[in-house]
Antibody
Framework: QVQLVESGGGVVQPGRSLRLSCAAS????????MHWVRQAPGKGLEWVAV????????DYADSVKGRLSVSRDNSKNTVYLQLNSLRAEDTAVYYCVVASDALDMWGQGTMVTVSP | SYELTQPSSLSVSPGQTARVTCSGDVLAKKYGRWFQQKPGQAPVLLIYKDTKRPSGIPERFSGSSSGTTVTLTINGAQAEDEADYYCYSAADNTVIFGGGTKLTVL
């Protein structure tokens, strides 16, 4: 079954860290760039980060640059998002996404709540 | 940077055709996609590559493209189609989203 499954979300205090995971199955994970996208409660979608298929290139939205870090392990078909120095405005559902000419997929998301 | 513009809301009666437009320069060179999102649920991909429908998506959902505009058409809208609809595209290492259209079917 072709799917993306995120995990690792939860409630965390401001300033703390969290690592999200996205496990892929049913397709050749290693050939696709992987994106992370987030959606704050009641808001639209915001692109957060991308990592190229071979892991050599990362790019980030200005709003998270320096605090979030994306990585991947192609041997485990998994992409990660490390969230550091979390702020209240990072509260959102985080989705991993494939958005290529050959494949489009969304995970079901994982909720991150930043609260004292 | 690229932007995608879609109407914030649309209202149709059951059985009518709903058309949601999405405009932006990026669509002249990159594919448009559409997803449906209901409250508290994850996005459901409806259309990819401007016009392609994933398996399992009802035939009443279709996509079209012309120049810098893509359009999602729902033929014979049903009450269950009441949801938020977002267009998006991918270019230059990023994913660009429209602001979403709230479709009301009543």
């Amino acid at each position: 079954q072709v799917q993306l499954v995120e995990s690792g979300g939860g409630v965390v205090q401001p300033g703390r860290s969290l690592r999200l995971s996205c496990a892929a199955s049913g397709f050749t994970f290693s050939i696709y760039n992987m994106h992370w996208v987030r959606q704050a409660p009641g808001k639209g979608l915001e692109w957060v980060a991308v990592i190229w298929s071979d892991g050599t290139v990362e790019d980030y939205a200005d709003s998270v640059k320096g605090r979030l870090s994306v990585s991947r392990d192609n041997s485990k078909n998994t992409v990660y998002l490390q969230l550091n120095s979390l702020r209240a405005e990072d509260t959102a559902v985080y989705y991993c996404v494939v958005a290529s000419d050959a494949l489009d997929m969304w995970g079901q998301g994982t909720m991150v709540t930043v609260s004292p | 940077s690229y932007e995608l513009t879609q109407p914030s809301s649309l209202s149709v009666s059951p059985g009518q055709t709903a058309r949601v437009t999405c405009s932006g320069d990026v669509l002249a060179k990159k594919y448009g996609r559409w997803f449906q999102q209901k409250p508290g649920q994850a996005p459901v991909l409806l259309i990819y590559k401007d016009t392609k429908r994933p398996s399992g998506i009802p035939e009443r959902f279709s996509g079209s493209s012309s120049g810098t505009t893509v359009t999602l058409t729902i033929n014979g809208a049903q009450a269950e189609d009441e949801a938020d609809y977002y267009c998006y595209s991918a270019a230059d290492n990023t994913v660009i989203f429209g602001g979403g259209t709230k479709l009301t079917v009543l």
